[in-house]
């Protein structure tokens, strides 16, 4: 079977750190193309935008939207017209409403939309969710805290409004949780702190719960210097797992279940090229949901101003 | 056939004004009991609060919860637990994934879950939306503008976290244009101004498109003495329609083609007897998505503080 053609759209850090080794490490799939406007690669045909890519792209079956997400609704509306399934980065758009319509059409074309959220692809997550379905569970914390500096150098997308600031690491934590959890969870209080100077939030305490009425809380934080913290704790009636390390690593009551090195954008394309092959389409839109529900709910507070 | 033994949950302004005499009105549907810690109905089984109720309710069939928004998911859980159909003042909760729960709990009860949106049973809805569904539409204007004290006096909920502010009038506005639009909608840019007391936004500004691209601007404000403005104004190929005093009449180029006394609420409880005569739930949860998408999407500014 020929190998899926594939275009990465947005040539910044995700897409040259992950996405780019994952593709060449998949079975299925090849890079074909970038669509950049600043940035290329040997090798690689080049065009300056989505829209040329699409304009002389007979040869191209998929794109990879690696582009802010405030962009990516209007570019995955045009991919899917021109005929190419989809590969949405996380979070897959700037709102919940505008990714019904894309569905709506991913199903009109009979092409693929996959909604990625590549935590959910950690080593772990399945370990703790195998785990989890069979104990009744007591609590959950949720630490996420990450200095912005080291791990979104530069980046001014993430502070404009839909960039989520603060939650777009914590959206992988929600991915997470939504994927491991039994049951479905719920906003039940936010705070979120705003610095004067930008229009997302720099830090932010939730508490979530879920039908059963387990309490869940997570603290995100961007200014995080020292050590980072990943981190996902979960008191069971059977004892304590302890989720690490972004999801690569398990720990239950001290004893070290997982702890592999991460791979999980091989999980991605891997899925990708079963989705495209299945004909079939992959858009949960939980983890953004949560996000929206804490930005209605949410008690805002003002914070220092922040610069790069 | 039996009329449905109602209990209003919430006795405050809506449901005295509406609900009240809406169910009096309404074939199939009687108002047997109240639950409110402050106030009681002449002649009416009166409970302290819904879990007083449900111990001892065997002769309700349904609950209509008229209490802020924060508190009614919980609200309506229980009283699914118990076997009650279940109406919604709008806005259907504090948050959408709160809601979905709340739809699975109904069908596994067999009991009736219907999320209202009074407005969408304004006179002029109906017509619009037929009107509507036959002509290419060129823009969309929403002006919704009314004074807090005059319509929400002494309403604190509204303005903490989950009360919505501007967007609890607002929201109405949503409910008819997603009702009345061909296409699903979606948020494109928000503007929300919060009074540096208070946790709800007092004015906003939205874009909104849908997949045609059609452009939907509105215009919120909380703080609007002399005229109040219900207006949606509508420019189609077919000319111009303006849909005004919040769904109640409708012109035409100056033409004037519905211009009726509103029976909302008379129009909702009609409904829910045939949605629970039917077995069926109502539960559209686009409105309050656009609204959580606004806030999620939005700028932030500051406005002055607030008080009743």
Redesign the interface.
Known sequence: MAPIRLAIVGLGKIARDQHIPAIAATEGIELAAVASRNAALDGVAHFATLDDLLADSADIDAVALCTPPQVR?AQA?AALAAGKHVLLEKPPG?????L??LV??AEASGRTLFATWHSRFAPAVEPARTFLAERAIRSVIIEWKEDVRVWHPGQEWIWE??GLGVFDPAINALSILTQILP?????T??HLA?PTNR?APIAAELGLS??AGIPIRAELDFLQTGPQTWDIRIETEAGQIVLSSGGARLVHDGAVLVDEKEAEYRGIYARFVELVRGGRSDVDL?PL?????A??????SIAEPFEY
């Open positions: 609704r509306e700037a709102t919940v409403s505008e019904g319509p709506a059409a409004p839909g049951r479905p969870v719920f906003v209080k936010a705003f229009d879920d039908v939980a949901a949560l996000v929206a529900d930005f209605l709910l949410g008690r805002r």
